[in-house]
């Protein structure tokens, strides 16, 4: 890289590595297309990314969290809390079932059942009766 761009861009960002991060996701952005915010210069994209950094045509922190976006694979996402109810505790046997609140099931043979459910279908209709 050039040497001068580098020393230029030390007091933008003070860490090496987070600069040659920033610097190579910024070189990428442009050759994806993104435009460019200080004269090409005949310069190859690395450099023309350290000199925006070191002309704070952009900013660094807003740089950074760009870089952070593009690296996340798994975006959080705050949803609410669900909201816990509280268990029905079963009757015991000495508490009686006359309380509020209990509940109450009602208990159905399986002939019962049939029989309801025979008299939820239709009757088919013969020929006798559609006359």
Do not use: Y
């Amino acid at each position: 890289m050039a040497r001068v761009t580098v020393e230029d861009c030390i007091d933008k960002v003070e860490n090496r590595f987070e600069l040659v991060l920033m610097a190579g996701h910024r070189a990428r952005m442009i050759a994806s297309g993104s435009s460019i915010t200080v004269d090409r210069d005949n310069d190859k994209n690395p450099v023309v990314a350290l000199r925006e950094i070191a002309e704070t045509s952009l900013s660094p922190e807003d740089l950074k969290e760009d870089l952070i976006h593009a690296l996340q694979k798994h975006v959080e996402v705050d949803e609410p809390e669900a909201e816990t109810v509280p268990a029905l505790n079963p009757p015991t046997e000495a508490s009686g079932a006359d309380q509020p609140g209990d509940v109450q099931f009602d208990r159905m043979t399986e002939e019962d059942l049939l029989r309801g459910l025979e008299g939820l279908v239709p009757p088919v209709e013969t020929d006798d009766e559609a006359e």
